[in-house]
């Protein structure tokens, strides 16, 4: 992208077409194409979060200009990396982040949001009615408490942002996955001591036998900056590998 980025007031509503010009701006500076009624989805969503975050405490960043950046662009950075007709998990999604992006730019997603607060799934059915999102569920429920394949069909993607450490994700995530599925962690800019230590870390194989982190998954790190703020931001994607000699 050509030319300084311009900084929109902070003051623009979510339905307004200059926090629209926000998004579109900034994801023009992500590499992602956003149409209108990508931006359409994104205003209402934005719009009814603002609205019952007046009287429910559902996030924390309450500015529109910010919440167009750190919830919704940040949201879309996955959609390059994630299959646009598979199944997606976001586990501890919160008020919708990143999943119902995702869904928006991907409708052809199988999405499952997974909270185990009442108020943000009650929030999350909201939503989905106000933007008419289909085959996508919402469950109240613990990560723990999620059926497990061959009783459960497994997911081809799970993601999750600032829900927990990178370790415990990977150990309550893996069982969940398909056999050529990937996790992705969104992770702030100091993410490299939680890598290590995942990398370390012993997970089971397919029969039980155990594997670190390095030899199960092969590790792609995805980093970026905000497009306003410049505030740094990484995917850790972690694909699983075939064994030897399979």
């Not at 939680?194 to 370390?200: G, Q, S, V, Y």
């Not at 995805?222 to 990484?234: T, V």
Request: proline share 8%; net charge positive.
């Amino acid at each position: 992208m050509s030319g300084p980025m311009t900084f929109l007031p902070s003051d623009g509503s979510p339905d307004s077409e200059q926090w629209r010009s926000r998004v579109r701006e900034g994801a023009q500076a992500l590499g992602i194409a956003v149409t209108d009624r990508h931006l359409e989805s994104f205003s209402l969503h934005a719009e009814e979060l603002a609205r019952w975050n007046r009287t429910v405490n559902l996030t924390a960043i309450t500015d529109p200009a910010e919440s167009a950046e750190k919830h919704f662009l940040d949201s879309i950075v996955p959609a390059t990396f994630i299959p646009p007709d598979g199944t997606l998990l976001d586990i501890g999604t919160g008020a919708g982040f990143p999943g119902i992006p995702l869904k928006v730019v991907f409708p052809s997603l199988d999405l499952t949001l997974l909270d185990s607060a009442l108020k943000r799934v009650t929030f999350l059915l909201q939503v989905l009615r106000l933007l008419g999102l289909e085959r996508t569920i919402v469950l109240h429920r613990r990560m723990e408490q999620m059926e497990r394949p061959p009783a459960a069909r497994p997911f081809d993607t799970i993601i999750c942002r600032a829900f927990t450490a990178l370790p415990a994700f990977v150990a309550a995530a893996l069982p969940l996955l398909s056999e050529k599925g990937q996790l992705i962690a969104m992770k702030g800019g100091g993410y490299k001591k939680e890598l290590d230590t995942l990398k370390h870390q012993s997970f089971s194989g397919p029969a039980g036998e155990p594997a670190f982190a390095s030899d199960r998954f092969d590790i792609r790190i995805h980093e970026y900056h905000l497009p306003f703020s410049k505030a740094r931001r990484a995917l850790i994607i972690l694909k699983k590998q075939r064994p030897p000699g399979v």
